[in-house]
């Protein structure tokens, strides 16, 4: 360990251009032969390529530094959960993982009546007029729930409850517009919750836990830095935690789960 470089690996980007400037950009990488997309961020390398041709457009930029979470030792990485990005979960969603409970226990700690809990099929989700829809599987020596556009299995009271009686849970939740959650829980007590966007921002009876895990992913948990990548990078600690990967196969339907009615999200 002593021997692994574990310096964060800090990326600059620029904010300031023009649509018009990022539309010529996109027109110019096509033209040098780069891959790029029609909408979403362009790459880093594809910004620097294009700046540096036009220097003009490069001294109009304003330039802000960012930390580029990355596997620094053998386990997960973020690297791992680029597919996450693909919207197949969305964009508010939580993922918990629990040791020592199985699905169905896992769904009733969760909220869930023997009721609501069945087969949940493709084309099922939740929304704000209609049940919240959680489904469960197994997955090694874990049960993994995911949350429809649902944050329960973050609420500190509910990670304790999948926890007690000296087992583990770790959840890991995404907003759209608000804040992100990496909160690890054992045997009923809130050890962390971080913000993965912003590591230095975490609390709980014991929040440095998991900064020996932060650093192997190249984040430095006493600097005041912003994370590019913050939900591949807390997926990929919990995956450090647990020893679990999620992939899009572990989405698949149908899968056993619930259809909560009336839950509010």
């Known amino acids: 360990m002593s021997d692994v ?4 690996l800090r990326v600059t980007y620029r904010e300031g251009l023009s649509r ?16 790029v997309s029609e909408r979403g961020r362009v790459a880093p390398e594809i910004i620097d390529a294009f700046l540096a041709a036009h220097p003009a457009v490069d001294e109009q930029a304003r330039r802000f530094e960012m930390v580029h979470a990355t596997a620094r030792t053998p386990g997960p990485s973020p690297e791992d959960y680029k597919w996450e ?5 969305g964009d508010i969603y ?49 049960t993994v729930a995911i949350e429809d556009c649902g944050r329960r299995g973050a609420r500190q009271e509910v990670l ?6 000296g087992g583990e849970a770790v959840a890991v939740h995404r907003h759209d517009y608000a804040r992100h959650h990496v909160t690890y829980a054992v045997d009923g007590r809130l050890i962390t ?36 990548n913050p939900i591949p990078a807390g997926l990929a600690l919990a995956g450090r935690i647990t020893g679990v990967m999620v992939s899009p196969r572990h989405l698949r339907r149908p899968v056993l ?6 839950a509010s999200f």
């Not at 018009?20 to 033209?31: C, G």
């Open 85 to 89: 990005g693909n919207g197949q979960l």
């Open 20 to 35: 018009d400037t990022s539309l010529r950009m996109r027109a110019w990488a096509k033209a040098k032969g780069y891959s």
């Open 193 to 228: 919750d971080i913000n993965p966007r912003f590591p230095v921002d975490r609390q709980g009876a014991d929040p440095d836990r998991l900064n020996r895990h932060l650093r192997e992913l190249g984040i430095d948990p006493a600097a005041d830095d912003s994370i590019d």
């Open 94 to 142: 939580t993922i918990v993982f629990v040791r020592g409970l199985d699905e169905h226990e896992v769904l009733r700690r969760l909220g869930a009546a023997e009721e609501d809990v069945r087969l949940i099929e493709d084309g099922e989700y939740s929304s704000p007029e209609g049940p919240q829809i959680i489904t469960v599987r197994r997955i090694e020596d874990w």
């Open 5 to 8: 470089d574990l310096t964060p």
């Open 257 to 262: 789960g619930a259809a909560i009615p009336g």
């Open 160 to 165: 304790g409850a999948l926890s007690r009686d």
